[in-house]
């Protein structure tokens, strides 16, 4: 069965300082992982996804299929960084994509 | 990437009464998804509708609790029937286009 860990409920850094939100999903075949990001009263919006690979506000990730990670990772912190993060994965053709839990990151000046 | 209108955004219901949730998508979409997103929960996915056929329920989640209509390709609708205060959600309607996913505002029902 598909399913997306993010061990941390809560991740506080100080501005400037770099940012790592953990992901590791569970999926037997070729998945393509996705970051949401949700600001405070804004709907939920795509960061990234890993088939892109790009870099969106200064947030990487890479996809690592030998430890099935997702990490979302950015530099420099930055306060208006400051959002709830959902690592999501999603089977091939039109299928629903599935969550993890979130993460609340929470940039301090 | 598609637009989504969905309303209400918030509504506060007595138990044992029915809410319908819209979405309006501004272009025409195969699949559309709803989610549930309890306090403090991750997103929970509630049934994929699919035009002109019957929508299929995740495990949890039967279509006497939660029917959905479906009846073209720019629009859907939820009800959350005969609500009691476990209902109190933030329920969000998806559509993927593309290689992405939009998803609406969301409507934040309370049951007292």
């Known amino acids: 069965a598909q399913r997306v860990t993010q061990p941390e409920k809560l991740l506080s850094v100080f501005k400037g300082a770099p940012v790592e939100l953990k992901c590791n999903y569970s999926?037997?075949?070729?998945?393509?992982l996705f970051w949401y990001v949700q600001y405070s009263r804004q709907r939920l919006q795509l960061l990234l996804r890993?088939?892109s690979r790009e870099s969106i506000k200064g947030f990487t990730a890479d996809l690592n299929k030998g430890e099935t990670s997702f990490h979302l990772k950015k530099p420099f912190a930055q306060e208006e960084d400051s959002a709830m993060y959902y690592c999501?994965?999603?089977?091939?053709?039109?299928?629903?994509?599935?969550f993890g839990k979130g993460t609340r990151l929470s940039v301090i000046a | 990437s598609a637009v989504i209108s969905q309303k209400p955004s918030r509504d506060i219901c007595q138990r044992g009464t029915s809410l319908t949730i819209q979405c309006q998508v501004d272009?025409?979409?195969?699949?559309m998804f709803w989610y549930r997103q309890q306090p403090g929960q991750s997103l929970t996915l509630i049934a994929t509708?699919?035009?002109?056929?019957?929508?299929?329920?995740e495990s949890g989640f039967v279509i006497d609790k939660f029917p959905i209509s479906r009846p073209n390709l720019t629009f859907s609708t939820l009800t959350v029937s005969n609500m009691s205060p476990e209902d109190s959600s933030i329920y969000l309607c998806?559509?993927?286009?593309?290689?992405?996913?939009?998803f609406g505002s969301g409507t934040r029902l309370t049951v007292v």
């Open positions: 272009s025409q979409v195969t699949m």
């Open positions: 998806s559509v993927q286009q593309g290689k992405g996913y939009t």
């Open positions: 890993h088939i």
């Open positions: 999501a994965l999603k089977d091939s053709g039109n299928t629903p994509l599935v």
């Open positions: 999926y037997s075949g070729s998945p393509e």
């Open positions: 509708a699919n035009q002109g056929s019957e929508a299929t329920y």
